[in-house]
């Protein structure tokens, strides 16, 4: 899974909860939660996305390392599983 | 049409999903009818045969009016959804369809008017069924889309699962209509011709009156609200309440998890209120007719805020007795189909006391207003850190104000201030939860 897949894959996750924001632009710097208005069932039902097509799990304490689109990217990409 | 809220005058039947003929049993979800609260699952409250359906889809009718006629199982045919004393099996069809469709759609099966009082045996009859295979599926959220954008949905080609039409298909719609397609519901045909043609027939510029108006659920909201500053006398108590126990109780216990199995700390919150309001119960039921009837059980209505605006609050049913994992699951099960707009009637009606979370805004207290006819309703803000004393040492600690609004007539703010502190010692032990 290369970057421009992994980005596609946070994108997809997210319009999976938040389906009115697909083709809006999103600040890859700002709190994904501030601008897409989710809440804490919507984040984790974010997670859970992620874990199934991508494969990472997201621990409780590492939240604050998603808060963003690039940082979230750049976290997936660290521990993507080896295939 | 049942009544599905205090001030609910009307609803519009969106899709039968029985035909006549067909055996339904207790809690079978029948039909799906649109609200001032958004599309609801219409649920049945006996075992019985469906003898007529007596409202066509996109029929909006007053609440009281029959949907269908049902006999009962192992009767010959009666009337049993005919309360009123003359038949009313002539429901008013809207003359015309308020926006323009591509084509007259196939005629719809009107119920035979039925002779005053005559003892209704029909047998079904194939010719009654209403052709639901050729309806349209469309997410609620595209149906409301397209009302705003005076969109006529026969004309979007749906892309969803299944062909669900969503609000994606109609903003492309929008930005480009097809040529206009000869028949709803039948794709067009392979056209060589480019899109970019079309004149938009079918998109109506809303007027300034129409945009203007309130939605009909900001309409609810504004009846119900109203309807509760103007009745209820409401009593305010706030408390800050110690998280710190229960967060990291439950960081621990989320640590130890599969990210599916993770409880979001509102779900705690909501098995304190719960248990609380159990052991409170002037706190929990209904004022109705001059009088409290308190209720044996808790059902708590979560106030759960709707993408693209407005609220709804579906009640989680025996939620004091749910252990926290059922309750997490209860939550996430009314959240996801709040948001898809699939509740069941059963679920809007049933809450017994509320809770209203700003948890998520960062605003540090609410005080929420009575949904009646209940009689209380319990806020949460955000958790924020601040500083604490506790065992005669200063911590920094997070903390949560929690709120309660009451309605003075059925308890008084002693009554609240236990309930409050009820919900404090609940979660100082948030393994006893």
Redesign the interface.
């Known amino acids: 899974m290369n970057e421009a897949d992994l980005r596609n894959a946070v994108l997809q996750a997210l319009y999976s909860i ?3 924001a ?2 809006e632009r999103l600040d890859p710097q700002a709190s994904l ?1 501030d601008q897409l ?5 919507d984040f ?2 974010f ?2 996305a992620l ?1 199934d097509t991508v494969g990472v ?5 590492d939240y604050a390392q998603v808060a963003n689109l690039d940082d979230c990217i750049r976290y997936l990409a660290a521990r993507l599983p080896s295939t | 049409m049942p009544s599905l809220g205090a001030d609910m005058e009307s609803g519009t039947l969106i899709e039968w999903l029985v035909k006549v003929g067909d055996r339904v049993h207790r809690g079978d979800i029948v039909a799906v009818v649109e609200t001032d609260k958004g599309a609801i699952e219409i649920e049945i409250f006996e075992d019985a045969v469906v003898a007529e359906l007596l409202v066509q889809p996109d029929t909006e009718v007053a609440i009281g009016t029959p949907l269908a006629r049902l006999d009962r199982v192992g009767e010959p045919a009666a009337p049993r959804a005919a309360p009123a004393a003359e038949p009313r099996a002539a429901i008013p069809i809207p003359p015309a369809a308020p926006t323009p469709r591509g084509a007259p759609r196939p005629p719809p099966v009107a119920p035979p008017p039925m002779p005053p009082r005559a003892p209704s045996i029909a047998r079904p009859s194939a010719a009654a069924v209403p052709s639901i295979a050729t309806r349209r599926k469309v997410s609620p959220a595209a149906r409301q889309h397209a009302r705003e954008h005076g969109v006529d949905l026969d004309r979007v080609t749906g892309t969803g699962d299944g062909g669900v039409v969503t609000v994606a298909d109609v903003e492309k719609f929008i930005r480009a209509p097809p040529p206009s397609a000869p028949m709803p519901s039948t794709p067009p045909p392979p056209s060589t011709t480019p899109p970019s043609i079309a004149a938009p027939a079918a998109v109506v510029a809303p007027t300034e009156r129409a945009a203007a108006a309130a939605s009909p659920m900001r309409r609810a909201i504004a009846a119900a609200m109203s309807r509760s500053k103007r009745e209820i006398p409401h009593y305010y108590l706030a408390h800050t309440i110690d998280l710190e126990p229960a967060l990291a109780w439950l960081e621990r216990r989320n640590a130890q998890r599969p990210i599916e199995r993770r409880i979001v700390y509102g779900a705690l919150l909501l098995k304190a209120v719960a248990r609380a309001a159990a052991d409170n119960p002037s706190l929990n039921g209904y004022w109705r007719d001059g009088a409290f009837e308190g209720s044996a059980t808790v059902n708590v209505g979560v106030v759960i805020s709707l993408r693209g605006g407005g609220l709804a609050a579906p009640a989680l049913q025996n939620a004091a007795t749910l252990d926290i994992d059922g309750l997490m699951a209860a939550l996430k099960d009314a959240t996801e189909r709040a948001r898809r707009g699939r509740l069941k009637s059963s679920e809007l009606s049933s809450a017994t006391i509320t809770v209203s979370s700003l948890g998520d805004t960062g605003v540090e207290s609410i005080y929420p207003i009575i949904h009646p006819p209940q009689v209380a309703i319990v806020g949460f803000g955000a958790v924020v850190s601040r500083p604490w004393v506790a065992d005669g040492g200063l911590y920094v600690r997070r903390v949560v104000t929690v709120t309660l609004a009451a309605d003075h007539r059925a308890s008084d703010g002693h009554d609240g201030a236990r309930f409050l502190t009820a919900i404090e010692r609940l979660l100082a032990k948030p393994e006893a939860l």
């Open positions: 938040a389906p009115e697909e083709g939660r208005d989710i809440d804490s069932m984790l039902n997670l859970v874990k799990e997201v621990p409780e304490s």
